[in-house]
């Protein structure tokens, strides 16, 4: 059973745009949702992340915005950049370090 | 600091053929994982080390082994590939056991023929 569900699965943005992308989870017992950015032949790194308390966090170009009620989170790029293609997964973490369920990923091009 | 590396970058087996994943952080981390990386199916916990000594299942551990060889290197063993472990294997760490941030090695692409 999938836990965190990502979409889309790929997003093709003209540069300068908003990039969009939704996921949706299940557990109520998670607390911590971060998002994983990965370019082609690397390992993903931390980008931003959110605890269920607050509704957004905003760094840079890059915000989360939290429904805790919808069970729902998202991830927009602002002034989307060539430099932003990447595959990005959101994750959702509770308690232990172990319990990290990720989404599927969405591969982002962003096109000049 | 090198981060989280892993050897080898690439390896092509043929089915029941054994190797061992390497992997290494120097950022003094306690928690080391591994994950593989399927099309569609996001990252998935084969196995994970809390600290130094300690080992435990995760998500998919069927077919996999692993040691913690010390604080610093965590190994990922297939006794006898098949081809469904062909994926993308990835090793990570976290500064302890509550580290929410994971901190993940280049990858290694596996094909089983």
């Known amino acids: 059973q999938q836990q965190v569900k990502q979409s889309p699965q790929s997003l093709i943005v003209q540069k300068g745009g908003i990039s969009i992308i939704n996921c949706a989870y299940e557990?109520?017992?998670?607390?911590?949702f971060p998002w994983y950015q990965q370019f082609p032949g690397k390992g993903p790194a931390l980008l931003i992340a959110?605890?269920?308390?607050?509704s957004e966090k905003k760094e840079g170009r890059f915000t989360i915005s939290f429904n805790k009620s919808a069970k729902q989170f998202s991830l927009h790029i602002m002034d989307s950049q060539p430099g932003d293609s990447a595959t990005y997964f959101c994750?959702?973490?509770?308690?232990?370090?172990?319990?990290?369920?990720f989404g599927t990923g969405t591969k982002l091009q962003v096109i000049p | 600091n090198a981060g989280v590396t892993q050897t080898p970058k690439f390896q092509v087996l043929k089915t029941g053929q054994s190797m061992t994943l390497q992997c290494a952080q120097d950022?003094?981390?306690?928690?080391m994982y591994w994950y593989r990386q399927d099309p569609g199916m996001g990252l998935r916990l084969i196995y994970y080390?809390?600290?130094?000594?300690?080992?435990d299942k995760g998500e998919v551990p069927n077919g996999y082994n692993v040691s913690r060889l010390n604080k610093r290197e965590f190994s990922l063993r297939l006794e006898s590939a098949a081809p469904s472990q062909t994926s993308v294997y990835f090793c990570?760490?976290?500064?302890?056991?509550?580290?929410?941030?994971?901190?993940f090695g280049p990858g290694t692409r596996l094909t089983v023929l």
């Open positions: 080390s809390a600290s130094e000594g300690t080992t």
């Open positions: 950022m003094n981390h306690n928690s």
């Open positions: 959110i605890r269920p308390d607050v």
């Open positions: 994750a959702a973490q509770s308690g232990g370090y172990q319990k990290v369920t």
């Open positions: 990570a760490s976290s500064e302890n056991r509550g580290g929410r941030t994971k901190f």
């Open positions: 557990n109520t017992a998670f607390d911590y």
